[in-house]
């Protein structure tokens, strides 16, 4: 599974886990129902302590997205209920982004057509 | 558990280990960092039992480790400078061991030193110093122990070398509650592999903590602001540990929560504020308060 670390990042690692993981199953990377890698084999393939997967995997069960059956390890929950609220996530960071183009000049035309082009990306 | 009670150990008139309490434990990564002289090595020796505290104790699982080799048989320490008999091939030295160890384990002896592709029957003296150390953490990890100390050991192993054996560390954690406990003052190896850090300075211990709450507490930022006046009353109202100026740029340190500081920084309006990601080098120097420390000044 790759998921990418950043030690420099002020997020914890555990967190950065969790996010890469919530990210591949809100885009469905990752199926509901599907198996994760085990702690020991995810810790193993990323070089890092087990603890610390284990912290994100906690992370992500108490939101929802992922649950655990005991003796065959943690798997991916339908994570549609969740979309809503993760759209509304990104919205809010887009207005941070968007708040500090307009103070910086840019206008409004070429925010348009940048949103227009990443789109066009964004959908192929 | 490993459980350090009021430990001290002078070498004539220097104090290398000052009063030193400190648990460890199981299933956990301890990493023990510290300036150069700090008493990482002398701590390490003293729990292993090499050496005798002068006062207090070290207990393992609750048993003094001092000349107690049934103790002994629970960690396996790998000094700085590795030890080898002379003349002798990785194959005796794992002989020696296993008469040491009661589960040392010949088998994954031969598979480690497979995997790390290293000869089994060539002299060890040899041998570079990073095949060395790679031999010294295959010859730990096949002793089976419960406990590892490593003193420096991964700062003599190549960036692929290092990876692989934090790989081998996670396996053995989830398989038999293996505890390395990781002596290092090259930060950045710590800090991605560590739960806990025991923070060492001049021989004692400055604080022994969760990694990440660590890294909760403590936060860097750049900020601009309108006013002299707005920086001096930010000063009065947080707990900044370092401040350092260029132009009207400030890059503050400060102790406290994350969402805290920033809404303090801001009902000034500055000009710009943007918090900074701050590494555990940073987070040391600012905990040992020794900007002084800073070895550009002693060559400046």
Known sequence: MFIDIDLRDRKPLYEQIALGIEDQIMRGLIQPDEALPSVRSLAMELSINPNTVQKAYGALEQKGLIY???????????AEGLLPGKREDILKQLDEIITKAVKFGISMDELL???RNAGNIGNT | MIEAKNVSKSFGKIRAVDDISLK???????????????????????????????SGSVEIDGREVFEEPEVKENFFYISDDTYFFSNSTPDVM???????????????????????????????NTFSKGMKKQLSVILGLSAMTKYM????????????????????FAGEMTERGFTPVIASHNLRELEDICDTVGLLHKGGILLS?????VKADIHKLHCVFRDENDIEDV???????????KGTLYTLTVRGMEEQIMAEINAHDPVFAEMLPLSL???????TGVTGYDIKKIIC
Do not use: H, W
Request: one cysteine or more; glycine letters at 10%; a negative charge.
């Open chain 1, 113 to 115: 057509e940048r949103a």
């Open chain 2, 209 to 213: 903590e969760d990694l990440d709450s």
């Open chain 2, 94 to 124: 794992a002989e020696f061991y296993r008469k040491i160890y009661p589960n040392f384990s010949v088998l994954r002896f031969g598979k480690l030193m497979d995997d790390f592709s290293l000869d089994r029957k060539r002299k060890i």
């Open chain 2, 281 to 287: 080098e940073e987070i040391f120097i600012s905990e």
């Open chain 2, 235 to 245: 000063k009065k109202e947080l707990d900044i540990l370092i401040e350092d100026k």
């Open chain 1, 68 to 78: 655990s059956v005991s003796g065959r390890g943690s798997f991916a929950s339908n």
């Open chain 2, 149 to 168: 100390y490593c003193d420096e050991t991964f700062d003599g192993l190549d960036p692929v070398m290092r990876q692989g054996v934090k790989s081998l």
């Open chain 2, 24 to 54: 460890i434990e199981d299933g956990r990564v301890f990493g023990l960092i510290g300036t150069n002289g700090a008493g990482k090595s002398t701590f390490l020796r003293l729990a292993a039992g090499v050496l005798k505290p002068d």
